[in-house]
């Protein structure tokens, strides 16, 4: 029985730890589109701007991505989802290689 409880809790271990990865690598590359957002945007302090950013992605799932769309459309640069998306993807790959190194 031991033998089972620890290995349940190795189990839980191993869960917190990636979930804890994920959330960094999630969070890191979140920052790197915001700041780019923020160069496109013109904003005086891009690291405010991605801070705002990663803190509303942080309260509502997606917050960020629902954020930067509007904040494109009301500075009325012409950047849709499908692009910000696919900057996202980029920027993940990026963090998940840096990370990796």
């Known amino acids: ?5 620890m290995r349940a809790d190795a189990s ?3 869960y917190a730890r990636e979930r804890e990865l994920q959330f960094r690598v999630d969070t890191r590359s979140k920052m790197l589109l915001a700041l780019w957002a923020a160069e496109k ?3 005086v302090d891009p690291n405010a701007y991605a801070n ?3 803190t509303e992605d942080i309260i509502q799932r997606g917050g960020a991505i629902e954020r930067l769309n509007r904040d494109f ?3 009325g640069i012409a950047i849709d989802g499908d692009e910000i998306m696919s900057r996202l993807a980029a920027t993940l790959h990026q963090v998940a290689a840096d ?3």
Not at 1 to 5: D, I, R, T, V, Y
């Open 1 to 5: 029985m031991n033998a089972l409880k």
């Open 73 to 75: 459309a009301a500075a």
């Open 99 to 101: 990370m990796a190194a």
């Open 12 to 14: 839980e271990l191993q």
């Open 52 to 54: 705002e950013l990663v």
């Open 41 to 43: 945007l013109g904003h």
